[in-house]
């Protein structure tokens, strides 16, 4: 069975600089991967590079075997890939479920259907399972921008989860999440990833939660792939400490 | 895939009604007042009504592209020309009805929206400001320049208002109850609209299109469709002012009157549903208020836009749920509790 | 062909002063985000104002010009960024652009009111001659217009390549944020970009009054002109603008003289679209990279 996701001797540069420079690694279905690395490794260029973002100078991005290299992000998201966001990205002046139902609207019925039917595009249910899973329930009618950074961390989780999707790619979900949050965002992933048997590729700086998190782990730095394993074997892989400690 | 089993079971909770809501009882009132409202005005008040009503469709549409949609059309002026000369001509030379040439007008402004903004959108979205900028000196170029058709400066006379099933509107109050029955209809149709599906992909367009487009939304192709419903609108407006002015030459349909439009979009409260209604009071009632001040009116109606917009600019609908909240604290702490 | 050349060296006159407006108006977008619809009235009204300082105290021209400059920098450089620019930036670029429409507005009809509704006629400063070259005769008006406005817009450059307070400026309109974290004093650039297109604005208005006569109406067709040069030169500055403007000048220009005048305006429009469609970030702009 051919894995999930390939990346194929990814390369892009601006201008002169090289920030992912041949880049190749496969996920298998199910899997969490992590992508580590120290600042500005190329991490989150690659990210983009995949879903669609930004065009790479070089290489190959696949799905399921499908070439994707250079489809638009919204295109990608409908064959069943979806992301969270560093910066994050909810709707502010939508409410939760608002925002939670235009999560997975656009993947089911067809244009016409969303103008002469349901005005929940028949969302209704699943939003409340996710407000329920992501334990959101006495926010449902907030305006999304009015959450704690980290229930908006939490919405923008549950947002990626709404199509049902095939891959998501978490960009630094545990960016300035507090400690009881990040323990309850890490068991929410693992249990939606049980369920669901999504693959996750994820990346992160927080050390701790990309170990205790993932079963596989990729370093990059300077735009490379420096090693790759399991975490106890990257951490400890010498030219990985050094990577990490000469920044 | 199977469903995840959830802790929580599945509560099937209706949901409160939202401001928007309001609107559906808003409106059929908002139209029954100003069904009775100019009894006892003459002739020129009842004009001016109908002028707001019909303006505010105008509005209503660049609202929808701009204020929902996010995208700056400077030819909305333009899309209602073409839909007051499409409507002229066919009643005037060609006795097409005027319902016939209603519908036609509006699919005609449709099709001219999707045609223009097709090609601007693959560019990059912001661009499509500059294409209408382009589009609108070029549309009024046409009307000015091609007499054979338009009647050049001279324009077309004599528009015929409809009749509704044999009830002949041509007095002013008779045509006025049909303005509001129409416009009553657009803004019902538009509510449906801002509150179907479409209507969250135009906003999460607006508010986040980089996020819209990675939850599957086709950022494109709704931005077309914003602008093609929006500039329709304009369209629909324009058949209804032919009638009403029985007299239409290109001079209303300029580059400045877009941007006049966009001013009231603006200065009436940009993406709010009654924001239209209330832009269009300041651009079309108030100058009217105002000519008592002779020659001045002009400065004194852009100072207090200027005004309002250095201090809301949000526009008037902004301040109003400003006011609104303002109130809403205090009665707040008023009773005792925390807001 | 001789007469082409004239039509040429008037496009490029013309151009020129909408390339000193352009500009300005690329500046102030550049540092604050600002739109300003009103750009054609700023170029309008300091000719409006000169005559009107003449008229009202009987100065004789040196000293109505004086005051006449003196205002206009002090309302529509300083005054415009400290009353309308600062209080609304913050929200958005879309109410402001809004702003200024009113603005224009404003000083349109205050012109037409406070001063005359009629075209006054305005002083030209440099020779009015006609000059035989090549055969064709060449207004000396127009080869002055050229070297002022080239005269400034070298001057510009100079200040702003090779002064330190014009590269700080340059930094602050390339990039605010950045600009801060240097240690630049951004808000006192952003008001020096105020006065400079204030200045500008200026130049060119006695550049062009002289020829389409100080009327209160003027500024409408410059404003477009500006704004359609900005656009084609890719808001890149002086090079971009300098590009744009001439460009549009010489179109409309040769448009006036070759293509019917029912269609004239047609021209520099269409222009712009092409422009848009083949290289949508301008024939100097930079292009971004794809984003959605």
Redesign the interface.
């Known amino acids: 069975m051919s894995p999930v996701l390939e990346v194929h001797d990814l390369h892009k540069a601006f201008g002169g600089i090289k920030a992912v420079d041949g880049v190749s690694f496969s996920v298998r279905e199910g899997e969490i991967l992590g992508i580590i690395g120290p600042n500005g490794c190329g991490k989150s260029t690659l990210f983009n590079c995949i879903?669609g973002?930004l065009e790479p100078t070089e290489g190959a991005v696949k799905l399921d075997g499908r070439d994707v290299t250079r489809m638009?992000?919204?295109d990608l998201?409908?064959l069943g890939v979806?992301?969270t966001?560093q910066l994050l990205?909810?709707?502010?002046?939508?409410s939760v479920?608002?925002n939670l139902?235009?999560?997975g609207?656009?993947?089911q019925g067809s244009?016409l259907g969303?103008?002469?039917?349901a005005?929940d595009?028949g969302l209704?249910?699943k939003a409340?399972?996710m407000i329920?899973?992501f334990k959101l329930?006495h926010l449902?009618?907030a305006k999304a921008g009015g959450l704690s950074y980290g229930q908006q961390k939490l919405l923008d989780a549950a947002?990626a989860f709404m199509?049902?999707p095939r891959l998501v790619l978490l960009d630094e979900p545990a960016g300035g999440v507090n400690l009881t949050m990040l323990g309850d965002l890490k068991e929410r992933l693992r249990?939606?990833n049980a369920?669901?048997?999504a693959t996750f590729v994820v990346i992160e700086h927080n050390m701790d939660f990309v170990m205790s998190l993932c079963s596989r782990v990729i370093v990059l730095a300077e735009g490379q792939v420096l090693a790759e394993g399991t975490p106890a074997e990257v951490r400890a892989d010498p030219a990985v400490i050094e990577a990490y400690l000469g920044h | 895939?199977?469903?995840?089993?959830?802790?929580?079971p599945?509560?099937?909770?209706r949901?409160?009604a939202r401001r928007i809501d309001g609107a559906l009882i808003a409106l059929p009132i908002g139209a029954a007042i100003l069904w009775f409202a100019p009894v006892g005005m003459g002739r020129y008040g009842t004009y001016v009504l109908s002028l707001w009503l019909v303006m505010s469709i105008g509005v209503m549409g660049l609202n929808l592209t701009?204020g929902y949609a996010g995208q700056?059309s400077l030819a909305q002026a333009a899309f209602i020309g073409l839909g007051a000369y499409t409507t002229a001509i066919l009643t005037t030379k060609w006795g097409v009805s005027w319902y016939a040439a209603f519908g036609i007008s509006g699919l005609f402004t449709f099709c001219v929206g999707i045609l223009l903004g097709f090609?601007?959108l693959r560019?990059?979205?912001h661009?499509l400001a500059?294409?209408t900028?382009?589009f609108s000196?070029?549309v009024w170029?046409l009307l000015?320049?091609e007499q054979w058709l338009t009647g050049g400066a001279f324009g077309i006379s004599n528009i015929d208002r409809p009749s509704f099933f044999g009830i002949k509107l041509f007095g002013a109050l008779e045509f006025h109850r049909f303005v509001v029955a129409v416009t009553l209809i657009l803004s019902l149709v538009l509510w449906w609209?801002v509150?179907?599906?479409?209507g969250?992909?135009f906003?999460?367009l607006r508010?986040?299109?980089?996020?819209?487009?990675?939850?599957?939304?086709?950022?494109r192709?709704y931005t077309l469709l914003a602008f093609a419903i929006g500039s329709a609108y304009g369209g629909f407006a324009g058949s209804l002012f032919a009638p009403l002015v029985e007299f239409i030459d290109p001079s209303p349909f300029t580059?400045?009157q877009s941007?006049?439009l966009?001013?009231m979009v603006?200065?009436g409260g940009?993406g709010y549903f009654f924001g239209p209604f209330v832009g269009a009071l300041l651009g079309v009632v108030l100058p009217e208020w105002l000519r008592f001040a002779g020659?001045?009116y002009?400065?004194i109606?852009?100072?207090i836009?200027?005004a309002l917009?250095?201090i809301c600019?949000?526009g008037v609908s902004g301040l109003i749920e400003r006011c609104w909240a303002a109130l809403r604290r205090s009665f707040g702490r008023k009773a005792g509790g925390t807001p | 062909m001789a007469e082409f050349i004239a039509y040429l060296i008037a496009g490029i006159a013309t151009g020129s002063i909408y390339a000193l407006a352009a500009i300005g108006f690329t500046l102030v977008w550049q540092t604050s985000q600002t739109i300003n619809?009103a750009q054609g009235e700023f170029v309008m009204l300091p000719a409006v104002l000169i005559l009107l300082a003449v008229k009202l105290f009987g100065l004789p021209l040196w000293a109505g010009g004086l005051i006449g400059i003196a205002v206009f920098l002090l309302i529509f450089g300083a005054g415009f960024k400290f009353?309308?620019v600062d209080?609304?930036i913050k929200?958005?670029v879309?109410?402001?652009a809004?702003?200024t429409?009113?603005?224009s507005?404003?000083m349109k009809?205050?012109a037409?009111?406070g001063f005359s509704a009629e075209a006054q006629s305005f002083p030209s400063l440099v020779p009015t001659d006609m000059v035989n070259l090549l055969g064709a005769a060449i207004s000396l008006q127009h080869v002055a217009i050229i070297v002022v406005a080239f005269a400034a817009i070298g001057l510009l450059q100079w200040f702003v390549g090779g002064t330190k307070l014009g590269r700080q400026m340059q930094a602050t309109a390339q990039n605010p944020t950045v600009a801060r974290i240097l240690g630049i004093p951004v808000e006192r650039m952003v008001l020096l970009t105020f006065l400079l297109n204030a200045a500008l604005a200026v130049v060119a208005s006695l550049l062009i009054s002289p020829i389409y006569l100080a009327k209160f109406s003027n500024g409408?067709t410059i404003g477009?002109f500006a704004?359609?040069a900005a656009?084609v030169g890719g808001f890149n500055q002086i090079r971009g603008a300098l590009v744009g403007g001439l460009l549009i000048g010489v179109a409309d220009s040769l448009a006036a003289a070759y293509v019917s005048t029912?269609?004239r305006?047609?021209v520099p429009?269409?222009l712009?679209?092409a422009i848009?469609?083949i290289k949508?970030e301008g024939l100097m702009g930079r292009k971004?990279e794809r984003?959605?």
């Not at chain 1, 990205?89 to 939508?94: G, S």
């Not at chain 2, 895939?1 to 929580?8: G, L, Q, Y």
């Not at chain 2, 509150?195 to 479409?198: G, H, K, T, V």
């Open positions: 879903l973002q638009r992000p919204s998201n409908r979806s992301r966001f990205q909810v709707f502010p002046e939508l479920r608002e139902i235009l999560a609207q656009e993947h244009m969303r103008l002469f039917g005005r595009a209704s249910d409340e399972q329920g899973f329930g449902a009618e947002m199509a049902g249990a939606i369920e669901q048997g | 895939m199977t469903a995840p089993a959830f802790e929580s599945v509560t099937a909770r949901r409160p701009l700056t090609p601007a560019v990059r979205t661009y500059f294409v900028l382009a000196t070029l170029l000015r320049n609209l509150r179907s599906p479409w969250r992909a906003t999460a508010e986040n299109p980089v996020r819209a487009a990675s939850l599957g939304i086709d950022t192709a580059l400045s941007l006049f966009l001013l603006v200065a940009s020659s001045l002009l400065i109606f852009a100072t836009v200027l917009l250095i600019p949000q | 619809f009353i309308v209080p609304m929200h958005g879309l109410p402001l809004i702003a429409m009113a603005l507005i404003i009809e205050g037409k009111d409408e477009l704004f359609i656009i029912q269609y305006m047609a429009l269409i712009l679209v848009i469609l949508p971004e984003r959605v």
